[in-house]
């Protein structure tokens, strides 16, 4: 007897499995996008994305914290932050160096259960000599952390692979980033020193499930992997250092130069908004959802190829375009109507996050390929401890420019990314003439 319902619409049935078919296709090829098939760049998701919640959790209400619960001024914040920010530059380096000549998998493991149990130790923080010991430890491992799996990447994967795989880690970040953030809106609402002494808690334990994730890195991320003690302790692989790679040098402070333009839009923008225009402060949320949404949409996308200089050292050259026509158009919203200026911060907002996309995308390409590999952390080091300089030298750049000079500070500023932009552009396009693909 048949077990066919009586009355079945094969055309019907056809639809049902088109869908699931799809649907099954989807799930693939999410999961070879996001490193399923990949034990490296899985294990790196998985604790990219349990990190980032809690990062974006602890991120959100550091300075709240410390203003509301711990009672401090100002003024004390400014000096815990800024000594944080020292100790996380020295850490860029150091945590590259130490990956090129011990396990870089134990070393970020270490680094981030130190970084788990320094977010925790936030609850005790009642004064300005525990704020900075938390800080600086937090900044310092967090730094540190982030050069090791840098090195991890550049040692695991090779060409386009390696630059795919440092795309899909910055989206996983966004996204992880944003749900924190939205779960520290309720510590915001609730507004008690225990919502936010338990957010802290939380993001601990969040950072110290992440190191449970990265201990499954495979032992081939690391220095010297396949080379017997013997081997190594007789001729030990020791790379170029980067301070006397002049190239390299020029390319990192380049390219730090254009990472100010993070401090535009975390700390230029919202004052140019609230000071200089008619459009409502709510514009600036506007700007920071827009700009994680097109991040998120098109890192990996646009960073396909970049692993080729001559490539990379181009889209370098068209994120600079972009960004200084973007300072351009944030410059005529002062002072205009209402809607012109809404106009205006919006279109300079997508050039902007367009801007960013490109340029991490050709930035990886170059700090990569650039790098002397028997040196990965080194070189990725020097890298993270110039983003981290400038980051600190951005905000009074911008108070002396933007702030201070209006429309003409804007193009002042839109001229330095455009300048160093070219810079990039011309050293990718002289290393393309020696470059041979992994």
């Not at 980032?52 to 100002?74: C, D, F, K, N, W």
């Not at 590999?373 to 020097?382: E, K, T, V």
């Amino acid at each position: 007897m048949s077990t066919e319902p009586p009355f079945a619409d094969p055309e019907a049935e056809e639809g049902e499995s088109a869908a699931a078919q799809a649907r099954a296709g989807l799930r693939v090829r999410l999961g070879a996008l996001f490193g399923r098939d990949d034990p490296v760049l899985g294990v790196l998701v998985a604790s990219t994305l349990v990190a980032t919640l809690g990062r974006g959790l602890s991120m959100s209400l550091t300075v709240l914290y410390l203003a509301i619960v711990a009672e401090l001024t100002p003024g004390e914040i400014a000096i815990a932050s800024t000594i944080a920010a020292i100790g996380g530059i020295c850490a860029s380096y150091a945590g590259g160096w130490l990956a090129d000549r011990v396990s870089a998998r134990r070393l970020m493991v270490v680094l981030v259960i130190v970084d788990a149990f320094a977010l925790c130790a936030y609850v005790f923080v009642g004064d300005l000599v525990l704020a900075i010991v938390v800080g600086l430890i937090v900044f310092t491992a967090g730094s540190g952390a982030h050069t090791a799996q840098a090195a991890i990447i550049a040692r695991a994967f090779a060409g386009p692979t390696r630059i795919h795989a440092r795309a899909v880690l910055r989206t996983v970040t966004n996204i992880g980033i944003a749900i924190g953030s939205g779960g520290a809106a309720v510590v915001l609402v609730l507004d008690t020193p225990e919502a936010y002494r338990t957010a802290f808690v939380v993001a601990g334990v969040l950072s110290l499930g992440s190191a449970f994730v990265l201990a499954r890195l495979p032992a081939r991320v690391d220095a010297g992997y396949g080379r017997s003690a013997e081997a190594e302790s007789l001729a030990p692989v020791r790379g170029r250092n980067p301070w006397r790679d002049p190239r390299y040098l020029a390319f990192a402070g380049l390219s730090a130069i254009f990472g100010i333009q993070f401090t535009v839009l975390d700390y230029g923008v919202p004052l140019w908004i609230e000071h200089e225009t008619e459009a409502p402060r709510v514009m600036v949320s506007v700007l920071f959802i827009l700009n994680t949404v097109i991040v998120t949409a098109f890192t990996v996308m646009l960073s396909r190829g970049t692993e080729n200089p001559r490539k990379a050292g181009r889209v370098f050259g068209i994120a600079g375009v972009l960004m200084g026509g973007a300072c351009a158009v944030y410059g005529l919203a002062a002072g205009a109507p209402l809607w012109v200026a809404i106009v205006a911060l919006l279109i300079g907002g997508v050039a902007h996050a367009f801007a960013e996309v490109l340029s991490q995308g050709a930035g990886w390409g170059l700090a990569f390929e650039l790098a002397d590999p028997a040196s990965a952390g080194a070189y990725q080091g020097l890298v993270g401890m110039g983003f981290g300089v400038l980051s600190a030298v951005g905000p009074p750049l911008l108070a002396i420019t933007v702030l201070s000079l209006g429309l003409v500070g804007w193009i002042i500023l839109g001229a330095m990314f455009l300048l160093s932009a070219l810079g990039v552009l011309l050293i990718g396009r002289l290393a393309a003439r020696t470059w041979s693909p992994a």
